[in-house]
Structure formats: C-alpha cells, structure tokens
C-alpha cells in the first residue's frame, strides 16, 4: 500500500490529479462567463454524493458506474446543468429577478420539512448544500415569475415548429356546440328541441348540468385527444354539420352538433401552445429557457463534449449517443474498447486512494491522456521504494 501511496503523490505533483494541466482551458463558456474545469469537478462530485445518497443507480455518477458510460455521458450531463445554470443567471437578471442568501435560505427551510430530503442535505458539506439549494433558489424563482399572469410569453416559430414536429396529430382538433345531461331522457328532450330549430344556446344554458363544459352552447375548438373517448368515437364517426345522437358517457349523455375537424396545422398549433403557455407555468418556463438557449454564444471544450441548444441534453459526448456519422460512431467504440484495456491496467488499490475529484478526472479523461497516466503509474511504481 505503501508503494501505491508513493504512485498518487508523485501523480499530484506531477499535475496528472492535480488538475495543473485542465486549468489552462475553462470546461465552457457562456455568454462571456467562464465555466472553469474546477467547477465542472466540483459538481461532478456533488452529483456522485447525491446519487450515493438517494440510492440512484440510473444515473451514469452512480456507484458501480464508473467506467467509460461515466466519461461519455455523466460528466457532458454534469457540463449541461452547468452550462444551463449560467444561463438560468443571466435570464433571471435580464428579467429583474433577485435570488439572493434570503432566497436560498427560504429553499433550505422548505427543503428540511421533509425529514428525508433533510437527512440527505445533511449528508452534504456546507458548500455542496449552497450550490444545490441555489440551484433549486434559482428555478423556484423562475417558476415563481411564470406563474404570474403580468408577464405573458407568447410561443415564437421556432417553439410552435418544435411542439409541431414532434407530434403533429396532438394538433388535430374537433369543433362542436356540447352540452350534457345526467341522464338519457334529459339528452333525447335536448337533442329533439334543437332538431326542431330550436337554438342549440337555448337548449344548453337551460339544460346542460355542466355550464363549463357546454360553454353556453358556442361553438368550442378542442383538441380531439382532450375529449372522452366516447365522444370522440362518436365524432369520428360522423359527418360534418351533424347533429349526434346522445352519446352516453361515464355519468351522463352528451348532446352534440359536430361542426368539423380541423386537420393538424402550425396554426392550430400556435393557437394551442399559445393555451398550454398562458395556464402552464412549466411551459412558460420552458419557453424562457428555449428562448434563452437559442440566444446565447456557448463553447463547450471538446474534451467534454459538444453544445446541443437542447433543453433536455444540452451538453452531449463527442464519441457517445448523439454523436451523428461514421467517424464519430466508429471512434466512440476504439476509444471505450481502448479505455476499458486502459482501466483495466490500473492498479485497485491505487483508484482506492483517490478523491472522488480525482477519480473522477481519470475517469473523465480523453484515451490519450489516460494512456499517459497508465504509462505514469507503471513507471511510478517500477521506481517506487519500498513494498
């Protein structure tokens, strides 16, 4: 054990640990600010406690999972949250925002009412539980100022195309004046009166039991996938400009005249979208986000992977899943067939005695550089005294 003792520290002085030789170039660079690789370790080491402490075994920080999957997805994941983070900043300054000490200690009390989350903040030094509590600080604020009907966020083309493309038939909708009744003979009285040319508005306001839902008998556009399944067969099924028969629901009758079917259109969906945003707090968020992400200049050092502008995976690897083309799918398994030989050659007691921020450097590190540091040990170890 000696021996290896001997190995780590003739690595840290040498700087393969230590970090001397990622200080030079910063993980990334957002909008001007810097996001330096001593930041990127930091939170790797936060996210791999959190994993620890919640008992997270999908994550790629997890125990057990760390091998290539954890240098090609979980530190670009890590760089993402971060990159995301600084922008989160800037946008919650841009809109006059404040999340200050007495905002996070407001999360802190909010977070330690429940005795589970407590435990695990408790499982975290000072620093990681202020980096954590600031982060929820700063999204909890956002979600505070989307929740406020004063500050409207209209989807733009590029949101609307986005909502468009990734399932267009959530856009096909169904026009119809609808008005319910509890029961089947209430339904046949309604139906016969307006059949009679009575005014389906008439009819509704005095015998619909769901004003709400008849919304006096107008005409109301509504995506076909929000209505009961009955209804929507029933429509289906119809010409335009009918009027249905009662058509008999979980706990009561619909009475309906089908106007028509709207195919799905960006239009359509503008005007859906436009819906979800204005009552959906979480949309909004996500539309100041994407708005955000489009707008700001980001570099990501290649060694961690590369910008995405996605919300969802915005930082991904250069030779992992999302890496596109023969040459970046060909050099993701060499490099983890090469990492995996390369892992195999280090010593286990020598990983034992790393930090997690150390371990995490070797794990994160590009082949050539860890084909450095293997050569390193084993020189290391063949001049080391002792043992």
Same mark, same amino acid.
């Given at each position: 054990?000696?021996? =290896?003792?001997?190995?780590?520290?003739?690595?840290?002085? !040498?700087?393969?640990?230590?970090?001397? #030789? +990622?200080?030079?170039?910063?993980?990334?660079?957002?909008?001007?600010?810097?996001? #330096?690789?001593?930041?990127?370790?930091?939170?790797?080491? *936060?996210?791999?406690?959190?994993?620890?402490?919640?008992?997270?075994?999908?994550?790629?920080?997890?125990? @057990?999972?760390?091998?290539?999957?954890?240098?090609?997805?979980?530190?670009?994941?890590?760089?993402?949250?971060?990159?995301?983070?600084?922008?989160?900043?800037?946008?919650? /300054?841009?809109?006059?925002?404040?999340?200050? %000490?007495?905002?996070?200690?407001?999360?802190?009390?909010?977070?330690?009412?429940?005795?589970?989350?407590?435990?695990?903040?408790?499982? *975290?030094?000072?620093?990681?539980?202020?980096?954590?509590?600031?982060?929820?600080?700063?999204?909890?604020?956002?979600?505070?100022?989307?929740?406020?009907?004063?500050?409207?966020?209209?989807?733009?083309?590029?949101?609307?195309?986005?909502?468009?493309?990734? %399932?267009?038939?959530?856009?096909?909708?169904?026009?119809?004046?609808?008005?319910?009744?509890?029961? /089947?003979?209430?339904?046949?009285? !309604?139906?016969?009166?307006?059949?009679?040319?009575?005014?389906?508005?008439?009819?509704?306001?005095?015998?619909?039991?769901?004003?709400?839902?008849?919304?006096?008998?107008?005409?109301?556009?509504?995506?076909?996938?929000?209505?009961?399944?009955?209804?929507? &067969?029933?429509?289906?099924?119809?010409?335009?400009?009918?009027?249905?028969?009662?058509?008999?629901?979980?706990? @009561?009758?619909?009475?309906?005249?089908?106007?028509?079917?709207?195919?799905?259109?960006?239009?359509?969906? +503008?005007?859906?979208?436009?819906?979800?945003?204005?009552?959906?707090?979480?949309?909004?968020?996500?539309?100041?986000?994407?708005?955000? =992400?489009?707008?700001? %200049?980001?570099?990501?050092?290649?060694?961690?992977? =590369?910008?995405?502008?996605?919300?969802? #995976?915005?930082?991904?690897?250069? #030779?992992?899943?999302?890496?596109? @083309?023969?040459?970046?799918? @060909?050099?993701?398994?060499? &490099?983890?067939?090469?990492? %995996? &030989? $390369?892992?195999?050659?280090?010593?286990?007691?020598?990983?034992?005695? $790393?930090?997690?921020?150390?371990? !995490?450097?070797?794990?994160?590190?590009?082949?050539?550089?860890?084909?450095? $540091?293997?050569?390193?040990?084993?020189?290391?170890?063949?001049?080391?005294?002792?043992?």
């Amino acid at each position: 054990m000696r021996r =290896m003792s001997v190995v780590v520290a003739v690595l840290v002085a !040498a700087g393969a640990l230590g970090g001397c #030789t +990622r200080t030079a170039a910063p993980a990334a660079r957002v909008n001007g600010s810097t996001v #330096t690789q001593a930041q990127l370790w930091d939170r790797v080491a *936060l996210q791999k406690k959190l994993s620890e402490a919640t008992g997270d075994t999908t994550s790629a920080l997890a125990p @057990g999972k760390l091998e290539s999957s954890y240098a090609t997805s979980g530190v670009s994941e890590v760089l993402g949250g971060l990159v995301v983070n600084e922008i989160v900043e800037e946008e919650i /300054e841009h809109l006059g925002l404040v999340v200050d %000490d007495a905002a996070v200690e407001r999360v802190r009390t909010q977070v330690r009412q429940s005795p589970q989350d407590a435990e695990i903040l408790d499982r *975290l030094d000072p620093a990681d539980q202020d980096a954590l509590l600031r982060q929820f600080a700063l999204n909890q604020v956002l979600q505070q100022y989307a929740a406020d009907p004063s500050h409207p966020a209209e989807p733009d083309d590029e949101m609307v195309r986005t909502f468009f493309d990734e %399932d267009p038939e959530q856009f096909r909708t169904v026009c119809a004046r609808i008005l319910f009744t509890t029961a /089947e003979p209430q339904a046949q009285q !309604a139906r016969a009166r307006i059949a009679a040319g009575e005014p389906f508005e008439s009819v509704a306001a005095e015998m619909s039991v769901d004003p709400q839902q008849s919304q006096g008998g107008s005409v109301q556009c509504l995506a076909q996938r929000s209505l009961p399944p009955e209804l929507s &067969d029933a429509i289906a099924q119809a010409a335009p400009s009918t009027l249905l028969a009662p058509v008999k629901a979980a706990d @009561g009758y619909f009475v309906v005249f089908y106007v028509e079917t709207k195919e799905p259109s960006l239009e359509t969906a +503008r005007e859906l979208v436009a819906e979800q945003v204005s009552a959906n707090p979480q949309v909004k968020v996500q539309l100041i986000l994407q708005r955000a =992400m489009r707008e700001a %200049d980001v570099e990501v050092n290649p060694e961690f992977g =590369m910008w995405t502008g996605d919300l969802q #995976t915005p930082v991904v690897p250069r #030779t992992g899943p999302g890496v596109t @083309g023969e040459e970046g799918q @060909g050099q993701s398994v060499q &490099d983890r067939n090469r990492r %995996d &030989d $390369l892992m195999r050659r280090i010593p286990a007691e020598f990983l034992a005695q $790393l930090t997690p921020e150390q371990r !995490a450097r070797v794990d994160a590190m590009p082949v050539d550089q860890l084909e450095l $540091l293997v050569e390193q040990i084993e020189q290391a170890r063949s001049g080391a005294p002792g043992g």
